[in-house]
Nanobody
Framework: QVQLVESGGGLVQPGGPLRPSCAAS????????MAWYRQTPGKQRELVAR???????NYADSVRGRFIISRDNAKKLVYLQMSSLKPEDTAKYYC??????????WGQGTQVTVSS
C-alpha cells in the first residue's frame, strides 16, 4: 500500500515559481513511476510530468521547458519545480505512483492558483 501526500501549492503571480512536493510512503516506492497530473473543474485530469524509476522524464507540451520533475528516492519525495507560471496553469495538482495498471495510487491533490 502506498500513500501520497502533496504539499506546496498556493497562490502565485503570473511569471512566478512554485515547487509542490509529494511525500510517499511504502518501501518499494523507488520502483514506481511517479507523475504529476492536474485537473480543472469540468475537465479531465491530464498528465503534466512523469519520472521513471531510472530517472527518465517526459512532459506535457504545455509545460515543457517551464516545469521540472525530480525525485529523491531516499527521502521518498517527488518534486515539481514550476517556473514562468501562467494563469492557465491554475489547477489542482495530483501526485500519482504507478507500478502496473492495477497498482496505481493517487494523492488528494494540492491547489495551484496563478493570478495577479
Amino acid at each position: 500500500q502506498v500513500q501520497l501526500v502533496e504539499s506546496g501549492g498556493g497562490l502565485v503571480q503570473p511569471g512566478g515559481p512554485l515547487r509542490p512536493s509529494c511525500a510517499a510512503s511504502g518501501n518499494m516506492i523507488k520502483n514506481y513511476v511517479m507523475a504529476w497530473y492536474r485537473q480543472t473543474p469540468g475537465k479531465q485530469r491530464e498528465l503534466v510530468a512523469r519520472i521513471t524509476s531510472g530517472g527518465g522524464t517526459n512532459y506535457a507540451d504545455s509545460v515543457r521547458g517551464r516545469f521540472i520533475i525530480s525525485r529523491d528516492n531516499a527521502k521518498k519525495l517527488v518534486y515539481l519545480q514550476m517556473s514562468s507560471l501562467k494563469p492557465e496553469d491554475t489547477a489542482k495538482y495530483y501526485c500519482n505512483a504507478r507500478y502496473t495498471d492495477a497498482i496505481n495510487y493517487w494523492g488528494q491533490g494540492t491547489q495551484v492558483t496563478v493570478s495577479s
